[in-house]
């Protein structure tokens, strides 16, 4: 796949190939990440067949330089594949392994084969053991990409002890590694911009889907005579719904604006942040609309609202990152509206 030419903004000047590699992603994940796919990844069954469609693909090395043997796009380009990624809840982590891939090679790392997991807090050194509880698509992943004391880890699944976290249908897991087994790899830019990219692109996708499952529950489920559609109270939520909604796809389109492989922080910053106080009010109005059906286990949509939750708080919730925004504004000694436009306009 030929790389965008970005603009001095970070924008591709040709919208042509994004729309090729998003249709491409939703091709495959409609083909091979089903409901049934990822019902059956949280009882603990194997992802691998749909994950290697996705290798054999190149989405995975969509960011590595063409010189490194990727495709050698900038992020914007990689928006559509993650937002294909959450609107199908691709059971493996594919917008993790594309950032995470980016960041080793332009370390001058070779990365593994295999899905790379992005854990930027929650592990640490506990004598010969790093371990952590709530380690990101542990029990999916081939590889974690940990942040521990300021320090890189490359941590390999299969060496790992994994159990459940405790949480109904999670793809963490509680997860413990020997030192020995574990790969140190240096300081080097801090790894919480790339997992919040990766899951503001992922929220943003799978939003847009519970927003068209809401829509079409709506515009079929009768009641007194008629869709529910047509009451005004529940148009009206839906309306609400459908503004958080579009709200975190702009959030998400900030998160990978750059004309380079690697998020810039802020931008990552204002994404998450975004996406994350989105995330309960759209899982919330989708529930309310929907009914009792929209919990129980043989509807599709508490998959999607389950992962929403989780997501919010995974690489840092949106009160985290509200924190890191106010203290870079301040810092900045700009007014808020020059501080925001300085953060849209400049490039990564």
Aim: one cysteine or more.
């Amino acid at each position: 796949m030929p790389a965008d030419m970005p603009t001095d903004k970070g924008e591709p000047m040709n919208t042509l190939e994004d729309t090729l590699l998003g249709d491409a992603a939703e091709r495959l994940f409609a083909q091979t990440c089903t409901p049934v796919l990822l019902r059956a990844a949280e009882q603990g069954q194997s992802v691998d067949v749909a994950w290697r469609a996705c290798e054999e693909a190149g989405f995975a090395d969509a960011l590595v330089s063409e010189a490194q043997g990727g495709a050698g796009l900038a992020l914007t380009a990689a928006l559509p594949v993650a937002l294909a990624a959450g609107r199908h809840l691709c059971p493996y982590p594919i917008a993790h392994t594309m950032l995470a891939r980016a960041w080793l090679s332009a370390a001058g790392r070779e990365p593994p084969a295999g899905s790379i997991a992005i854990a930027p807090h929650g592990l640490a050194i506990a004598g010969q053991r790093i371990a952590g509880a709530n380690v990101p698509w542990v029990r999916v992943a081939g590889h974690v990409l940990a942040q521990i004391n300021g320090q890189a880890w490359l941590l390999p699944v299969q060496a790992a002890c994994v159990e459940s976290n405790g949480v109904h249908g999670s793809l963490d897991g509680e997860a413990s590694w020997a030192l020995a087994d574990a790969q140190c790899l240096g300081g080097g830019p801090a790894l919480d911009a790339l997992a919040a990219t990766a899951y503001a692109g992922l929220m943003a996708g799978a939003m847009e889907q519970v927003l068209a499952m809401t829509l079409d529950y709506a515009n079929t489920r009768a009641q007194f005579g008629k869709p529910i559609g047509r009451f005004q109270a529940v148009q009206q939520q839906i309306s609400v719904m459908a503004e958080a909604v579009w709200a975190a796809r702009m959030a998400a389109q900030l998160a990978f604006q750059s004309s380079h492989a690697l998020p810039d922080t802020m931008r990552a910053a204002l994404g998450k942040a975004r996406t994350s106080q989105a995330a309960p009010q759209v899982a919330d109005i989708a529930h309310a609309v929907h009914g009792a059906i929209g919990v129980t286990a043989e509807f599709d949509l508490q998959l999607f609202t389950r992962r929403l939750r989780d997501w919010r708080l995974a690489g840092g919730s949106e009160s985290c990152w509200h924190a890191r925004i106010g203290e870079d504004a301040l810092a900045s000694g700009l007014g808020v509206l020059d501080y925001l436009r300085g953060i849209s306009a400049s490039d990564a």
